[in-house]
């Protein structure tokens, strides 16, 4: 069974903090993608990452992607209430074309 | 601005009747997709297409099926709802396949009573 797994599953910090959320698999990727997803909505894509190492940055948020292309993480510096959201890793299998999804971390910022 | 509609939002049906639910698109991209999303499982792909007439199976397909006649519209059928199909379903879009990210839908919240 391919996984990918997503933690902390839930997180609840204070204005202002820091905090990173990881996405691991023993599984190799061609790419791997983030997106947050709002109560009522559907995810939105944030960020695509290819190269292993790679750094990509939105404004607070800063992705990486492992080295070996098995697993990434994103930091936000300074999380603002606006931020509170499921944050979702998907990673793509080029192989099969085949995308798989964690099952996100529900991130909460307290005023 | 939304490229992308699922009707409806929400709905509620009884155990053993035919649902189903649409998915419409105006930015003529070539795959779509049919996902559901349930707590501690994630989205988890049911059905897919990848042009006009042209569908495959996901990893949770038994008990659905799909169409697409034209390039805009992909619609999912509950032949026989049960329960367990009670979720919120997710409809996607990408012009040229999965590596270019989805577009999503804000999603169909059924309940099967």
């Known amino acids: 069974t391919q996984l990918l797994e997503q933690s902390p599953q839930f997180l609840s910090i204070q204005e202002g903090e820091n905090l990173t959320v990881y996405c691991n698999s023993s599984s190799v990727f061609s790419s791997l993608q983030w997106y947050r997803q709002e109560p009522g909505e559907g995810p939105v894509l944030l960020v695509t990452?290819?190269?292993?190492?790679e750094v990509k940055k939105l404004k607070r948020l800063t992705f990486q992607f492992g080295d070996a292309r098995k697993d990434s993480s994103l930091h936000i510096t300074a999380a603002q209430p606006g931020d509170t959201g499921l944050y979702l890793c998907?990673?793509?299998?080029?192989?099969?074309?085949?995308?798989?999804f964690g099952s996100g971390t529900r991130l909460s910022i307290r005023p | 601005d939304a490229g992308i509609t699922q009707s409806p939002r929400h709905k509620v049906t009884e155990t053993g009747t035919p649902v189903t639910l649409r998915c419409h698109q105006t930015?003529?991209?070539?795959?779509m997709y049919w996902y559901r999303q349930d707590p501690g499982h994630g989205l988890r792909l049911i059905h897919y297409s990848y042009g006009v007439k042209d569908t495959d199976k996901g990893e949770v397909s038994d008990g659905y099926s799909v169409s697409r006649s034209k390039t805009e519209d992909f619609l999912l059928t509950l032949e026989s709802a049960t329960s367990s199909q009670t979720s919120v379903y997710f409809c996607?879009?990408?012009?040229?396949?999965?590596?270019?990210?989805?577009?999503f839908g804000s999603g169909t919240r059924l309940t099967v009573v």
């Open positions: 996607a879009i990408t012009p040229t396949g999965s590596g270019n990210g989805y577009t």
């Open positions: 998907a990673g793509l299998y080029s192989s099969a074309s085949k995308i798989i």
């Open positions: 930015e003529n991209h070539r795959y």
């Open positions: 990452v290819v190269t292993g190492g």
